[in-house]
Nanobody
Framework: QVQLVESGGGSVQAGGSLRLSCTVS????????MGWFRQGPGQERERVAS???????IYADSVKGRFTISQDNAKNTLDLQMNDLKPEDSDMYYC????????????????????WGKGTLVTISS
């Protein structure tokens, strides 16, 4: 059974930093896309950053230059370093994985993702 578990959320002041981490277990295929998404109450789910099956990193315009996504295949982790945080970054952040054993996958649209973590809350105060 595939499980994704997020950690690292919390509360910081604007301008601060947080590092989110997602640990994957039970996934045995070799080709996937992984990403971080965020969603607030009544909001649409937004892709924050992802690493597609070709290793390309994609960022939402709102986080470019501030967030960095990284993957450690040896540790089965996906991290999101978030710097210069803003109040509008406050949200529930989710790690997700799209299984793509036969070809390319890009972590979009969000309903293409096969597995989701339960989320970690990020709160930024002004």
């Amino acid at each position: 059974q595939v499980q994704l578990v997020e950690s690292g959320g919390g509360s910081v002041q604007a301008g601060g930093s947080l590092r989110l981490s997602c640990t994957v277990s039970g996934y045995t295929n070799r080709r996937a896309c992984m990403g971080w998404f965020r969603q607030g109450p009544g909001q649409e789910r937004e892709r924050v950053a992802s690493i597609d099956s070709a290793g390309e990193k994609i960022y939402a315009d709102s986080v470019k230059g501030r967030f960095t996504i990284s993957q450690d295949n040896a540790k089965n982790t996906l991290d999101l370093q978030m710097n210069d945080l803003k109040p509008e970054d406050s949200d529930m952040y989710y790690c997700a994985l799209e299984d793509c054993p036969f070809g390319y996958c890009s972590c979009w649209p969000s309903n293409a993702m096969d597995y989701w973590g339960k989320g970690t809350l990020v709160t930024i105060s002004s």
